[in-house]
Every structure is written in structure tokens, then in C-alpha cells.
């Protein structure tokens, strides 16, 4: 599918401008058309319908002659169908049914999908204008090549907040989550938006892991290593990613304790290290997840914070919580009174 222009797509919202309301992206030349390989693009979501028509332009708006644009809504209940609906003579393919949660539909998408190079972009994420067209044109597409290009946070209006690149060059560096992954003073993650892959590696190693829920980006990264695919960084700005308050990652000490158990398992994965060297692996990752996790318990509090026992600052906020809830039913007028009362009765 060639992409459409900005004037085939339905008006933007009442004061939405700039991109991908707005503007778009510059198309290619014709004559390039007929030599360029296909891009897959694959959108997983679930009641995003607040940023999912935004995510929706920034791909369709790309201005590159052979798009394939998948999305599989897991049967969202907040108008997200209706925002489909309105893009999707430009879709080559979607659905709104449940399904078996994130990565099984993105793992379903790129199955069937049939683009030589791919990636999915989240239904609160999107790509950069002009991001498919630079790729093209200075970088190219080489094979078992994992391209990895620059990735700008936004809030969520769409404010630019930061810019990062990453530098994961091998697994060491993957799984070194203290120095690499969230070394200081800057942190060289790799933001899943940011990423173009062989969609045909991605079916190799056998997609992801539908029981990861936190970081299975994260682990597909460390499976293309382990298979010997080459990381390339392209200083291309390519995805934008969306910082909210309903984003999973929010939790934090759930999102580290899944970062270090896939680091674990992808040590214990690799051929790569000696046995001795994965002893020095692991060992750090449990003395990162040791001081991460009194590091999150001590900014829960001031008594945490003074290092009293955690058993007795328990048991004191659970004290504190029933005089609280009694403060509360007092203070409610004399009919809610009773009512609120007999909960705790």
C-alpha cells in the first residue's frame, strides 16, 4: 500500500496542528517505489483510544510507496473501535476481538504480515515524520540487521521532553543492566519504537514471549543477539515514545524485578559466556536488584527512610490506616455514618 497524503485522511480534531495532524511526511520519488522493500508495521491495543488516532496518522503519514499497516485492537470498550472504523480503508488489515494480551498480538501481526523489514508501534506511541523515507535513503535495509535509530520521549499532549539513542551493541552490554541498560549518567537502554528489524528474524527465534507482559522487548532484543544478528545505530529520529500516567512501566519495582529475571534468563541462554563469566553475570544482577529494591522501599516513607525494620513500618501504616478509616466514617453525616461503619464492623 503506498501511504496516503495528508488531505486523503478525515480532518484532525478541533485544535490539534503539527504532526501527525497537520503535516506529513515527504514522500519518496516515484521511480524509487518499484525497488524498495516492504515495511511492516504492526499496532497492538487495548483501550488507548485517547492517543490511538494520533498513533494511527503518524504511520499511515509516512509517505513510503509500500506500508503494510496492521492493527489488532484486543476489544477495546472506549471508542478505539470507532477510531479504526475511520482509518480503515487505509489498513491492510485489522480486527477488534479479545485476544491473548499484548505480545500474542503483535506476535499474530507480524505472522501475518509479509514485509521484509518490520516493527510494532505501540497504540500510545508513534513514529517520527519522515521516519521510513530517511531510513530508506540513508541507511538502507542489510540482512540479520537490527536497525536502531534515535527515540524522542513526549508527555502526553505531545510535548517533547528528551531525546536518547542507546548503545546495547552486544548481549554483554544487554544484560550489564547497572552499567548499560540504566548505566549513569545516561542510560543506554533501547526504547522499542525506535526499532526496525527483519521481520523473517523475528520469526526465527521464535517472536515473544507471550508470558512476559513487562519487558518482552527487551528479552526479543537478547534473542537476536544470542542468534547473531548485528546491531546498527542509525541517529535517525524514528519513534516517539509516550510517557503517561496509565503506562505499564510505571510500577516500577514490577518493571525491574521482570528486567533482571529476563537478564537472568538470557545469560543462562547464551552459549557466549563461560560458566565463570555468567556467575559474574548473575551475581550482578542480583546485587542490582538488591539495592534497586531497598533503594524503591526507603522512598516509600520517612520511617522507611530512617531504616526502621520493615515489619514495624507495616504494621504501623496498617494502624495508621484504621485510625484513618475511622477519622473518615466520624466524619461522615449520620446516615452514610452507619453505613461506612458496618464495613469495618
Known sequence: MRCPQLNDLPEPPPGKKGWPWT????????????????????????????????????????????????????????????????????????????????????????????????????????????????????????????????????DEFGNILSS????????????????????????????QPEVLFPRDLMLAVGGLDVNNHSTMDYELWGKFLISGAQFRYTDIQFGLFREHPKQKIRDGLRQTNSLLNTAAKLVLQADCFSEEMKSELLADLRSYGETYENDYWKATGRLARLGLPRQIVLAFRRLRGVFQNEKNARSLPSGKKSAKAAQFS
Open 164 to 191: 536518547h539513542r542507546g548503545r546495547v551493541h552486544s548481549l554483554d552490554d544487554l544484560v550489564r543492566i547497572r552499567k548499560v541498560w540504566r548505566g549513569e549518567p545516561e542510560r543506554g537502554h533501547i526504547v
Open 23 to 154: 503535516e506529513e511526511s515527504t514522500p519518496l520519488p516515484s521511480p524509487d517505489a518499484q525497488r524498495l522493500p516492504r515495511i511492516t508495521v504492526v499496532t497492538p491495543s487495548f483501550n488507548q483510544g485517547t492517543f490511538l488516532e494520533e498513533t494511527i496518522r503518524s504511520v499511515l503519514l509516512q509517505g513510503y510507496p509500500d506500508l503494510e499497516y496492521i492493527v489488532l485492537d484486543g476489544g477495546s470498550t472506549d471508542g478505539s473501535l470507532e477510531v479504526i472504523k475511520k482509518y480503515s480503508r487505509w489498513l491492510t488489515y485489522w480486527v477488534s476481538e479479545p485476544d491473548g494480551g499484548q505480545s500474542n498480538a503483535i506476535n499474530r501481526g507480524v505472522t501475518m504480515s509479509s514485509g521484509l523489514f518490520a516493527t510494532w508501534i505501540n497504540s500510545d506511541d508513534m513514529l517520527c515524520k519522515d521516519a521510513l523515507c530517511q531510513h530508506t535513503c540513508r541507511i538502507g535495509f542489510e540482512p540479520n540487521t537490527v536497525y536502531v535509530g534515535t527515540c524522542l520521549y513526549i
